[in-house]
């Protein structure tokens, strides 16, 4: 016989007390897990579509209208380009992607059309869609879906336009149908051939009637200098709900940031805040599971008194009475942790779609830390009454009978 | 060898305090416990028969005096060193409620081997002969509240002895139970005093078991005297009985 042998014994003894302490420590960790993967869920969803409608924060001249999120940089006035190196050289937290833009109603032939240069190497292929036209990857950038592991939607991984040569455009398909063109036509913009590269697919934005060539290229040719009418940035949305936005605003002072500004105030606000809650319920669970612990160890305690004292006539040190009440806590703890690892999981990806409308998925790194955070609080709860108990004056036993 | 007792006290005192309030339960208390003694301590409620057994088993700190176990100074050295010599050479029956009760009859006598890490297979003969020892072999299995009181103390015997003990404290061992059952505990006692040479020190209320052993002691307000008889006895001097 062994003293684990002992302490299980009791255990099994002591099943009612046992089964209530359990009960505490589950449900806590139950609620934790459900909370962190339901977040988890909900930050995946913002982000994914955040990256679907593109750039979330947009860099504009003070000054300009945005009323039309996504027809505020068309004739706005303009900001000198090295902006963009200033951004860059800021290292500001969150900060994905910059795309830098110069915006103009121009006329091709006799069809009035928006213009939009891009760089190549920094522009990113704003609407998820672009890469079927085969916008190869040179270098991949996902804004908000880094750290959401390899399920992300492989369509939503942005890729830089790589090819656009000086004397290339992109047409919208838009564009395209009203100027008549197709791929390999050329169109003449303000004096200057330009082949179509590509047709661009339809994204159901106001992207799909503008042509795009190279940046600098436009500059040149309409004499604007080295000047943007805006720069979108790809932001992280938990760094938008950080107060990357000021953040720009103090780095660029004499322009106007705006982000999408319905999302980034409803979906991540929530998410903070369930972050906030679930921080709230882990304090409430390290207090209640701690303390039932404590109290369930407490109860054991003084069922346990003529126990101890049997145990310290015959011989057993304080440290192993010490010892039997923590592995007894180790033991719940660790138990309890997987049991509610078991149940919140269960709970949020089972009901989460019907109840919540979100695809919920396990956190598996998370069965470790439950049980983890299951143990310490059963271990921090029992450290009290263990010892106590292992200090407890045998002669008080001995005397009662 | 012989002249060495198994353990000896000399002025032991045992003052317990509440608040304001202290009770000086031993006070001055001499005794010897020779090789394969059999002493019995009796007097009357509250005269400190309990105190001085928890003292010489160091279950209490006493306020002076010294004890020695063949010699060894016992006294003052530290909790695990007493717990050591518990598990090594003491043996410890009580009046009732003894037992861990969610261990069967068997596993409350391997407890103290476990305690000693013994072998699984020693622990297991050695309470099978213990429990067949004490007429219990075939109630091996049974929880404590599964047995009668004269059964449950025989099983709190065959554990004190698992260690095989130089000495076995026994306090009011027959105290709960009828006069048959207590004749068959006394018994049990003497036989295992007389076939191992197990020095056993028993605190009893029956005059007819204070008899039964070699050597008597009689505490009243926590000094060690004379008998109940009346028979001359100096402070903590003992009598043998032939
Ligand atoms: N924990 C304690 N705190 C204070 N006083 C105590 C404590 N334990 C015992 N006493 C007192 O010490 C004295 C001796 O008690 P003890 O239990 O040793 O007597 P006893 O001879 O065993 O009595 P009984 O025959 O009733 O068992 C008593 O007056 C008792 O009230
Ligand atoms: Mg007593």
């Known amino acids: ?59 504009l001249p003070q000054g300009a209208s945005v009323d039309d999120y996504h027809t505020a940089d068309i004739d706005a006035p303009t900001f000198p380009e090295e902006y963009v190196e200033r951004m860059v050289s800021s290292a500001l937290l969150g900060v994905e992607n910059l795309s830098p833009k110069l915006t103009r109603r121009v006329r091709i032939g006799a069809v009035p059309v928006v213009l939009t240069g891009i760089l190549p190497d920094h522009e990113v292929a704003s609407k998820p869609t672009w890469q079927l036209a085969g916008l190869e990857p040179a270098a991949t950038a996902h804004a908000c879906l880094g750290d959401l592991g390899p399920n992300a939607d492989e369509r939503l991984r942005r890729k830089p336009v790589e090819q656009l040569a000086p004397d290339e455009c992109l047409v919208g398909e838009e564009a395209a149908a009203r100027l008549g063109v197709a791929k390999g036509d050329t169109l003449t913009v303000a004096g200057r051939a330009l082949k179509v590269s590509r047709l661009l697919p339809a994204t159901g934005t106001v992207d799909d009637d503008r042509v795009f060539m190279h940046l600098h290229e436009m500059q040149d040719l309409l004499g604007v200098g080295r000047q943007l009418s805006a720069i979108e940035v790809m932001g992280c949305c938990s760094a938008i709900g950080d107060g990357l936005l000021s953040k720009l605003r103090n780095v660029l002072p004499d322009t106007r940031v705006v ?39 407490w109860a054991n305690v003084s069922q346990r008194r003529r126990e101890i004292g049997i145990l310290r006539m015959i011989g057993a040190p304080r ?70 108990a292992a200090r407890f004056d045998p002669s008080a036993n001995m005397q009662e009978v | ?35 394969g003694a059999f002493v019995t301590v009796t007097g009357p409620s509250g005269s400190g028969k309990t105190t001085l057994l928890l003292t010489l088993a160091g279950l209490l700190k006493p306020s002076a005096g010294t004890v020695r176990f063949r010699g060894a100074a016992l006294d003052g050295q530290s909790d695990a060193l007493w717990a050591r010599f518990r598990r090594r050479h003491l043996g410890f029956v009580m009046q009732s409620f003894s037992l861990v009760p969610y261990l069967s009859a068997r596993e409350n006598v391997m407890l103290p081997l476990a305690l000693l890490g013994r072998a699984r297979r020693e622990q297991y003969e050695r309470a099978e002969a213990l429990l067949a020892r004490v007429g219990l072999e075939h109630r ?32 009011e061992p027959t105290g709960n139970l009828d006069p048959a059952l207590a004749g068959e505990v006394l018994e049990l006692l003497a036989g295992v005093n007389a076939e191992s040479g197990t020095a056993i020190l028993m605190v009893t209320h029956s005059p007819q078991a204070a008899a039964a052993g070699t050597h008597r002691v009689h505490l009243d307000e926590g000094r060690a005297g004379a008998r109940p008889e009346g028979a001359p006895a100096t402070a903590g001097s003992l009598r043998s009985r032939g």
């Open chain 1, 319 to 388: 440290a192993s009475i010490f010892g039997l009440f923590l592995l007894k806590a180790v033991v719940l703890g660790a138990v309890g942790g997987l049991l509610g690892y078991g149940l919140g999981t269960l709970a949020v990806v089972g009901f989460g779609p019907a109840v919540l409308g979100l695809e919920v998925r396990a956190l598996p790194g998370w069965v470790g830390l439950a049980v983890l955070l299951a143990t310490a609080v059963a271990v921090l709860g029992s450290l009290l009454p263990a010892w106590l």
């Open chain 1, 1 to 59: 016989m062994r003293l684990g042998l002992v302490m299980w014994k009791e255990l099994c003894h002591r099943r009612g007390s046992v089964v209530s302490g359990l009960v505490a420590i589950t449900l806590g960790i139950a609620v934790i897990v459900g909370i962190r993967s339901v977040t988890r869920a909900s930050e995946h969803a913002v982000a994914v579509k955040l990256d679907s409608l593109g750039a979330n924060v947009l860099v």
């Open chain 2, 1 to 35: 060898m012989a002249a060495e007792p198994v353990l000896e006290a000399r002025g032991l005192s045992k003052q317990y305090r509440r608040g304001d309030v202290a009770v000086d339960a031993l006070r001055g208390v001499d005794l010897v416990v020779p090789e």
């Open chain 1, 259 to 297: 982000g999408i500004a319905q999302i980034v105030s409803t979906q991540v606000e929530t998410n903070r805040l369930m972050d906030r809650l679930s921080w709230g319920i882990l304090l409430i669970v390290l207090l209640v599971g701690g303390l039932s612990i404590g109290n369930f160890m």
């Open chain 2, 140 to 171: 091996a299995l049974h929880l404590p509240r599964e047995l009668s009181a004269g059964q449950q103390q025989r099983v709190a015997i065959a554990r004190a002895l698992a260690n095989a003990p130089a000495l076995l404290l026994a306090d």
